[in-house]
């Protein structure tokens, strides 16, 4: 059994996970297919790279990319972090249009306009316009949080008091020869209501994260650090808000209770995706493409809005 300091809860038979690979749609200029080209670029705040995907495939778990324990006091329970999110945004390419060909993009200093290789490189901070301080990568290395694998937890909260403006990624947590640790934590943190509020550093970045139960799985959600939120607060109009009018205010919480219902994001595709792989098959076929300005519409009155809306409402 593998232990990761510290006394381990009672280890079971390893989780088995396969890694999956999503079909690539194909992509091109017109003339013929291109293969879709892999996003493996790490994100440049330290967050791991999400692998491609297709809505159809959401289900096939792919491979671990971090593994450690949560840590409880003297108590570890063993699991692998595995990607949840997936971005199924479309990312194109810049190309030459006299060839169809991409470009490249090089380092080229701003003072001497000469290309530098990666070799002669340094990172610096901007502390005033145009002057910048340099630092070495050990220097970096010094305050680079530690990376200990472990999933630190310092309390228990109610997972209803948490607010969600401060959630960023999440993660799924699958027991690494610890399935009876991990349904005891599941079981404990579900029945109770609560969730565990901890760090962990990922690559060079410790973020505060919370692990929460989700669909019968442990979840691990980094949070933004509370000075990356700017509150309302900050905009002096928002304290100056007029009061709404009665009868508006009576039309507005109509409309409100007539569209109220039970949310699902799958009433909410994405159009946008949709449109973009229909305009693909298009290009391939080489179907002609014609753009149809919008009309503007017309700006009306608060009143007549909520008027109009509340008879459009009524003849559905």
Known sequence: MRNHGGASLTPGKKS??????????????GK??????????KKENGTPPLPP??????EKAGRAFWSGSITIG????????????????????????????????DRVCSRDGIVVPWTETVKGFEIRKGEFLVFEPDELRAVMPESDRKIRIDKFVYYLSLDPIYFESS??????????????LV????????????????????????????DGALV????????????????????????????ELALAKRIITDLSGDYSVHDYPDRYREAIL??????????????????????????QALQETIATLARK
């Open 16 to 29: 088995e996970t396969s890694p999956a690979r999503a079909p690539e749609r194909a992509a091109g200029t």
């Open 32 to 41: 013929k297919p291109v293969p879709g080209k892999k996003e493996s670029a």
């Open 53 to 58: 995907d297709d809505h159809e495939h959401h």
């Open 74 to 105: 003297l108590v570890n329970v063993p699991v692998r972090l595995h990607t949840m999110m997936r971005d199924h945004s479309f990312s194109f390419r810049l190309l030459h249009r006299s060839d169809g060909q991409p470009l490249k993009y």
């Open 171 to 184: 993660y799924i947590l699958v027991p690494d020869r610890s399935e009876e640790a991990y349904s005891l």
């Open 187 to 214: 079981t404990a943190l579900q029945e109770l209501g609560r969730a565990a509020a901890g760090t962990i550093t990922l690559r060079t970045k410790e973020y505060p994260v919370v692990v929460h139960v989700y």
């Open 220 to 247: 691990l959600t980094t949070l933004r650090h509370a000075d990356e939120i700017t509150t309302p607060r900050a905009f002096a109009i928002l304290p100056t808000l007029p009061v709404p009018k009665e009868a």
């Open 278 to 303: 229909a305009l693909i098959d298009k290009k391939l076929a080489g179907e002609k493409i014609v753009y149809e300005s919008p009309h503007p519409e017309q700006a009306k009155e608060l009143m």
